[in-house]
């Protein structure tokens, strides 16, 4: 009996230490900068952002001379970083949702694709982290 207690004892602290363990510091101070280019309605669509601790902010136009920002939270995993975000648009566009995900190339070049609801699709790139 005490020998099931025991194992169960043993199992049920690993799990919680694997549950509320704290995750590898993110050691990245300087935010991640990228520039991205899309289109939508045959409009094309610029944007600006950047990223620090897994949350991201973007500037951005749409069509029709629309221009708003969103706010992104990023999901990150070893080489791949999904995001999903909300934003809020001028030109009487406005709230916008937006998903995409950013690849790392190699240290210091990532790409990405995403979709904005009224920007429309985007393309990302960014390069030197060190800036």
């Known amino acids: 009996m005490k020998i099931a207690i025991m194992t169960k004892t043993l ?3 690993i799990c919680l ?4 363990a ?6 990245q101070l300087i ?6 280019v899309g289109g939508k309605d045959g409009d094309i669509t610029y944007a600006v952002g950047a990223r620090a601790l897994d949350f991201g902010v973007e500037v951005g136009t749409g069509p029709d001379g629309a221009t708003g920002v969103d706010v992104l939270k990023f999901i990150s995993l070893p080489v791949i970083s999904p995001y999903v975000g909300v934003g809020l648009y ?7 949702v937006s998903g995409g995900v950013q690849v790392g ?3 210091n070049v990532f790409v990405g694709a995403g979709y ?4 429309g699709l985007t393309q990302l790139a960014q390069c030197d982290r060190s800036i």
């Open 11 to 13: 199992l049920t602290s």
């Open 17 to 20: 230490l694997a549950l509320f």
């Open 22 to 27: 704290p995750s590898q510091a993110s050691a």
């Open 31 to 36: 935010p991640q900068p990228w520039v991205s």
């Open 90 to 96: 001028s030109e009487d566009k406005g709230v916008a």
């Open 105 to 107: 190339a190699t240290n």
């Open 116 to 119: 904005n609801s009224i920007p």
